[in-house]
């Protein structure tokens, strides 16, 4: 059973406009939520993350919203380039972070020029 | 710093043969993860260490063995493949009493195919 759910496997959106990407999960023992970023042929790398204890994380052109209530978390771009275009993926940990992160299938962000 | 580096980049195997990948990391991390990652799924954790000589099974650890005799490295062995371990394969580290954010440093990935 999937804990982590990224429903939206691709979402294009224009260069210059917001891009929103959504998250859900079901295990209520998360404690931090990470974004990550992928090319093809290239490892993850990390984009932003948000601990259990907050509602907003910022930076730069990224901020991440937790929902804690309705188990959601969104990670918003503004203004979106065309190097944001990527495969996003939602992670989450528990237990301190010693356990590996669960990860969500991703969502394949295309910025349109 | 070359940060997570895997060997080999690329491999093909034949069912039953046995091979290991080399994950290498020279940031100090004490953390290291071997995850697996197939068309349309996220990764899946197999195998990780929170030390060095210490392993634990992740969620899908079967066929799969690891070991960590040096603090920089970790490897991933599979006795016997099958062709449903035919995967990218991620190898990560991180040090979370250093990062508040529990980031995970990737490497960049090792494709293997099994026949």
């Known amino acids: 059973d999937q804990q982590v759910k990224q429903n939206s496997p691709s979402l294009s959106v224009q260069e210059g406009r917001i891009s929103i990407l959504n998250c859900d999960y079901t295990n209520s023992m998360f404690d931090y939520f990470l974004w990550y970023k992928k090319y093809p042929a290239e490892g993850p790398t990390f984009l932003i993350s948000i601990s259990s204890i907050k509602d907003k994380n910022e930076d730069g052109r990224f901020t991440v919203f937790l929902n804690k209530s309705a188990k959601h978390l969104s990670l918003h771009i503004v203004p979106s380039q065309p190097g944001d275009s990527a495969v996003y993926f939602c992670a989450a940990s528990a237990g301190g972070g010693a356990d590996g992160l669960t990860f969500g299938k991703g969502t394949h962000l295309i910025i349109q020029p | 710093n070359a940060g997570v580096t895997q060997t080999p980049k690329f491999r093909v195997l034949k069912t039953g043969q046995s091979m290991t990948l080399l994950c290498a990391q020279d940031m100090n991390h004490e953390y290291m993860y071997w995850y697996r990652q197939d068309p349309g799924m996220g990764l899946r954790l197999i195998h990780y260490?929170?030390?060095?000589?210490?392993?634990a099974k992740g969620e899908v650890p079967d066929g799969y063995n690891v070991s960590r005799l040096k603090k920089q490295n970790f490897l991933l062995g599979l006795e016997s493949a099958a062709p449903s371990q035919t995967s990218v394969y991620f190898c990560?580290?991180?040090?979370?009493?250093?990062?508040?954010?529990?980031?995970?440093?990737f490497g960049p990935g090792t494709r293997l195919t099994v026949t």
């Open positions: 990560a580290s991180s040090y979370p009493r250093l990062s508040p954010t529990y980031e995970q440093y």
């Open positions: 260490s929170v030390g060095e000589g210490t392993t």
